[in-house]
């Protein structure tokens, strides 16, 4: 059983960091993508940045030059760095494990960003 688990979230000030780490027991890192999502109040869930097993990395527009995700497969862990926060950052962040045609989302962890 994969099972996703982030940590890190917390209350920042605007422009400040915080970074989120995902670690996933029961994967296997190197055989999918992985990476974060957020959803924000009365919002859908949108990608904010997602690896592939060859190493590219896709962030959205609104987080280009702000976040960098990184990924450790020997440990199972995923991390997003994320630099100069925005009130818009404001959300609940998820972490996405691919494993083949499975998918699977840890349980969230929020992040607030006071302006």
């Known amino acids: 059983q994969v099972q996703p688990r982030e940590s890190g979230g917390g209350l920042v000030q605007a422009g400040g960091s915080l970074r989120l780490s995902c670690a996933a027991s029961?994967?296997?890192?190197?055989?999918?993508?992985v990476g974060w999502y957020r959803q924000a109040p009365g919002k859908q869930r949108e990608l904010v940045a997602r690896?592939?097993?060859?190493?590219?990395?896709k962030y959205v527009d609104a987080v280009k030059g702000r976040f960098t995700l990184s990924r450790n497969n020997a440990k199972n862990t995923v991390y997003l760095q994320m630099n100069s926060l925005k009130s818009e950052d404001t959300a609940v962040y998820y972490c996405?494990?691919?494993?083949?045609?499975?998918?699977?989302w840890g349980q969230g962890t929020q992040v607030t960003v006071s302006s």
């Open positions: 029961g994967a296997v890192f190197s055989i999918g993508d």
């Open positions: 690896t592939t097993i060859y190493g590219n990395i």
């Open positions: 996405y494990v691919s494993q083949g045609r499975y998918e699977y």
